[in-house]
């Protein structure tokens, strides 16, 4: 019971990270300026809307893909990215947080972050 709650959590949880990312891609895409950046992310302004869009599809794919039982083990992998690039953009980015409360809400979405993996990895061994 528990590991099917972790895997729907962690379908929902990584399907709104990928379309989020798809849909910011989307709109720099289609906007005039497109020097946006997010100090979290390690790429520059020009490239940053070509990742997102491509990430966003990737997780979508996974996403998709894991739900229907086949490569759950993409999934996984796909969890350990957004993972890598959090604590990355937390612990390893010059970003700077605005307080305490931002840096608390970041690491609670590291703490959610985490238990996605834990759910690829139950639906990876399954």
């Known amino acids: 019971m528990v590991q099917a709650i972790l895997r ?8 709104l990270v990928s379309l989020g990312a798809l849909g910011v891609g989307l709109v720099a895409a289609m906007s005039e300026n497109t020097t946006f950046q997010f100090e979290f992310l390690p790429w ?11 990430l966003g599809a990737i997780g979508v794919a996974t996403v998709v893909l894991a739900f229907k039982g086949k490569m759950k083990f993409l999934f ?4 350990l990215v957004v993972t890598g690039l959090v604590v990355r953009g937390i612990f ?13 809400w970041a690491l609670g979405f590291l703490v959610g972050v985490l238990a996605t993996v834990l759910g690829a990895w139950s639906r990876a061994r399954s």
């Open 92 to 104: 390893f980015s010059s970003y700077r947080f605005d307080g305490e409360a931002d840096f608390q």
């Open 76 to 79: 996984l992998a796909w969890t």
């Open 44 to 54: 520059s302004p020009k490239e940053l809307q070509n990742w997102l869009l491509v």
């Open 8 to 15: 729907f959590y962690s379908y929902v949880f990584q399907l």
